[in-house]
């Protein structure tokens, strides 16, 4: 009988780690958005975008009900370079002026393998919607943080075509090829606080 209360304060301990669903907000001091691009057809740059934030609705009963939307400030690029962010940010790249956030919005999750998911949803950039996939890695199990916050994370990739969400400047190079790729390869690291 003793045995049987201990496992029984156990579960009851465990019970809102084991299947927390409802809304996150994503954590941005402990989250990323990154991106690579093919640079003077020889290497790629690597940058991110430091300003960003989103909500995560998971349904752990059937996580293909699940929802995402994320919103990320244009100006806030970096790619260690403040020449070429000033460029990035300027008329010819993002036109941060202009459009001062991108954003995703899913609509569709699917199931793609064990704790894989596809999410497609919209992208808008640059004042152009086109729809993407992410594939995602996750999400994570439930973990509390010394402060009584409940976490969980998740990974994505995805590509795009830049050329799609209308930057299409480029400069052609004397020994043939362009400057700058049109391919975006973007990864995600995300980690979210249940919402309160």
């Known amino acids: 009988m003793k045995a049987f209360l201990s496992s029984l304060a156990v579960l009851i301990t465990l019970a ?43 349904n752990d009963q059937d996580v293909t009900k699940s929802s995402v939307s994320v919103s990320i400030v244009t100006a806030s690029i970096n790619t260690g370079v403040a020449k070429r962010d000033a460029h990035l940010k300027s008329a010819d790249f993002l036109d941060v002026a202009k459009f ?23 992208l808008t950039l640059h004042g152009i919607t086109r729809e993407v996939v992410l594939d995602v890695d996750g999400p994570s199990g439930v ?24 930057l299409v400047w480029n400069a052609l190079l004397e020994t043939g090829g362009v400057a700058v790729g049109e391919e975006v390869q973007i990864s995600l690291e995300i980690e979210m606080i249940a919402k309160k």
């Open 16 to 58: 809102p780690l084991v299947a927390q669903a409802g809304s996150w907000q994503i954590d941005p001091d402990h989250s990323s958005v990154g991106f690579k691009v093919r640079h003077m057809m020889v290497s790629n740059v690597k940058g991110d975008f430091g300003t960003f934030s989103g909500v995560v609705d998971i």
């Open 100 to 122: 001062p956030a991108m954003t995703f919005v899913s609509s569709k999750v699917v199931k793609a393998g064990k704790d894989k998911l596809k999410v497609y949803g919209l």
């Open 143 to 166: 973990s509390r943080d010394p402060y009584g916050n409940l976490r969980r994370g998740a990974s994505a990739t995805t590509k795009i075509n830049r050329k799609d969400f209308g």
